[in-house]
């Protein structure tokens, strides 16, 4: 009995060993500098069924491989402690030139990973359009929240890369349709409600907040972009903007005592 316990013990000691091994013979492989040149002359094609999306990989550890290679100082315990809208909103947050492709990688391996028409695919959408227009109101007028009316965001950072802003509407423009179709809904629908209070002492906060997001113009570049082939979508915005415009004037009017 106890020699059976102390090799069952072993076992578990060696395949521990190996495993553990094996962790660290992937991460110097992927740390190495020509796998990310290589990964990122094709992005594409990572993500379809030979790569990354191998029915032997789970989606979590597809996208752990893959950050093991576009971010390998990042530790997978860093990475637990995040959930796919932290992440979502990390990338949209720190965008820079220099890592556009492997942001545009990372959102373009979470969205095939979805089923076509799925309702996690729907909730996937609603998550990057929300977190794409967070970065605007963030950053725009400085007063301003998140969609959730927090000064901070969902992953608890502030943005900490200002010229950031002005690559979501590049990044955008490069993922599916889907993507741009639903961050033009999200954007009506806050232009629409615009956060409008009846109380006299919110009014004048509220016209700075609305106003500063209609003339910013990393904003208006990204529905411009995001408007070029989403004829539907087109006039729903065009009915938020009317009546956000209505909205400003009245309550610049009350605030102005006109």
């Known amino acids: 009995m106890t020699s059976s316990i102390g090799g069952t013990a072993s076992t578990m000691e060696t395949a521990a060993g190996l495993s553990d091994f094996a962790q660290h013979v992937l991460r110097q492989i992927c740390s ?7 990964c990122l002359q094709n992005p594409e094609e990572l993500c379809h069924t030979d790569m990354l999306l191998d029915s032997m990989l789970t989606p979590k550890q597809a996208q752990r491989l893959l950050h093991m290679i576009c971010y390998p100082e990042t530790t997978a315990a860093t990475e637990e402690s995040l959930d796919q809208r932290d992440i979502i909103a990390r990338i949209l947050e720190n965008l820079d030139q220099w890592t556009l492709r492997m942001s545009w990688l990372d959102l373009q391996l979470m969205f095939t990973q979805f089923p076509p028409g799925s309702s996690e695919l729907n909730q996937w959408l609603d998550t990057v359009a929300k977190a794409a227009i967070d970065v ?15 000064e901070e965001n969902r992953s608890g950072l502030r943005p900490n890369k200002p010229g950031s802003i002005w690559l979501v509407a ?7 349709s889907a993507v741009q179709g639903r961050v ?9 409600s615009g956060n409008w209070s009846s109380k006299n002492r919110d009014k ?5 907040r609305s106003s500063s997001l209609l003339s910013h113009q990393p904003f208006l570049s990204l529905v411009l972009t995001c408007l070029k082939g989403q004829d539907e979508q087109r006039e729903g915005l065009l ?3 009317h009546s956000q415009l209505n909205q400003f004037l009245m309550l610049s009017k009350d605030v102005s005592g006109v």
């Open 170 to 176: 590049p990044l955008v423009s490069k993922l599916p």
């Open 204 to 208: 004048e906060r509220n016209v700075q």
């Open 239 to 241: 009915t938020s903007l």
């Open 32 to 38: 190495q500098e020509w796998v990310l040149e290589r």
């Open 136 to 150: 605007f109101q963030l950053t725009s007028g400085g007063a301003t929240g998140g969609l959730d009316g927090k």
């Open 184 to 192: 033009l809904k999200v954007a009506g629908q806050v232009l629409e």
